[in-house]
């Protein structure tokens, strides 16, 4: 299938054919397997904080959100929590928090050393926009990829969802980002009111282009507490063709199988990885914390003890007929 335009991918977004939409994951399936190997990586990730300075309609923990409850961990229970993932075999941390204008960029470099220090483990960052001598200094400091997804790559539903924020400096955050030398990750959601097959067609050709190391994909999951509350959740079946197509477009991008494809009516994770994701995320957030980022409802094993779902991988891998790889999984070149 190799390169595809706009129409040829909304023609398979579209696809209702049972036989085709089979033979679109098959292929997926082979050009993950011929590019990734057959191994299923494994990211440990730590919601440390959700406070956020940001109005996102679709997002839980927007700063609209009152009834939640806002926290920080210390540096001494994120170090407690690494160390949690680090004992089960991992060797990727995720930091993710809601952008927040009140984090200390000299805390964070503090808290990267750190881990480096103590532990051998590759560094994600997710903390949104920042500017380009924070993100040196966390890159510095020895922070290796940084996770920043596009959401939509059509600029007026990005501005309409995103109030004050500004699709341009999305762009020079990720080019920042690139510059800097962190392997960096892009994504989008699917199912959004407003946009259109056309438009999920672009943001496939956008991962590609930009030739991103990591892309996450998922479907929109409506929150009560946002703007979006009472628009449907995207569909499975159109984020598991996203995924499919995106992997047969990248070749090369590390594709999780999302918590949010995780977390619908249905746990769909099996799925994506059949479909071309060859990455898992576990949970590590200390219990008491995590049902506060709630970023969407639902959110799979919430009251379980962090890495919880580790325990759960095996037996996923098994009836794929994969493994779960132990390695830091860095970008495919
Ligand atoms: N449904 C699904 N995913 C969501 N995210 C935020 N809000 C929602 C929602 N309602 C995703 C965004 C963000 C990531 C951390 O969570 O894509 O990048």
Known sequence: MGTLNNKELVDLLLSTD????????????????????????????IEFSNLCR???????????????????????EILESVKLLVQDNLKTVILQSG?????????????II????????????????????????WKEAGADRFLLKIETTDGDLYE???????????????????????QVGSGNLVGLKGQSLESIANDIIFFADYDFDMIGIGPFIPHSQTELSLDAPGDYLLTLKTIALT??????????ATTALGSMEKDYRAEALKAGANVIMVNYTPTK??????????????????????????????????KIDYSKGNAVD
């Open 99 to 111: 952008e927040d204008d009140g984090l200390d960029p000299v805390w964070l470099k503090d808290l």
């Open 289 to 322: 914390y995590k049902e506060l980022y709630e970023i969407y409802p639902g959110k799979r094993c919430l009251k379980e003890a962090p890495g919880a779902c580790n325990n759960c991988l095996p037996f996923m891998a098994k009836e794929l007929n994969r």
């Open 18 to 45: 049972k036989k085709e939409i089979h033979k679109l994951f098959d292929e997926a399936d082979r050009v993950r397997a011929e590019y990734m190997g057959e191994g299923i990586l494994v990211r440990g990730i």
């Open 114 to 137: 750190s881990i480096k220090q103590l532990f051998d483990v590759a560094i994600t960052l997710s903390v949104g926009e920042r500017n380009y001598e924070e993100y040196k200094m």
């Open 54 to 76: 940001n109005t996102c309609k679709y997002c839980g923990i927007n700063k609209f959100n009152k009834k939640l409850k806002r926290y920080l961990l210390t540096k001494e």
């Open 160 to 182: 309409e969802l995103h109030p004050g924020m500004s699709f341009d400096n999305r762009l020079k955050c990720l080019k920042e980002l690139k510059e800097l030398g962190y």
């Open 247 to 256: 992997r047969i477009m990248t070749k090369r991008a590390h594709i999780p």
